[in-house]
C-alpha cells in the first residue's frame, strides 16, 4: 500500500485543519451614541412666553423692513 494519493489526503486535511479562519467583525458603534438618544435633547426652555413674543416681534419687524410685509395694524 504505497499508494501516493492515501498518503496526500490526511496531509491535506491537516493543512485546511490548521489554517487561520478570520471572521469579518462588524465596524464597532460609537459609544456616544447611546447616552446622547437618552437624554431628552431638544429646544432649551421651549415654553417661555416672554422669549415667544420677543421672537413673534422681531420676526414682524424684519418682516416690514424688508418691505415683504405691510403694516395693516394686524398683531402677527
Avoid at 487561520?20 to 465596524?27: A, D, F, H, S, V
Amino acid at each position: 500500500m504505497t499508494n501516493g494519493a492515501a498518503h496526500a489526503a490526511p496531509g491535506h486535511l491537516r493543512e485546511r485543519m490548521n489554517m487561520k479562519m478570520t471572521i469579518k467583525l462588524p465596524k464597532p458603534r460609537n459609544p456616544l451614541v447611546a447616552p446622547a438618544r437618552a437624554r431628552k435633547a431638544g429646544a432649551h426652555a421651549a415654553h417661555n412666553p416672554a422669549r415667544r413674543t420677543r421672537r413673534s416681534e422681531k420676526q414682524t419687524l424684519n418682516l416690514l423692513l424688508s418691505g415683504r410685509k405691510m403694516n395693516d395694524g394686524d398683531d402677527a
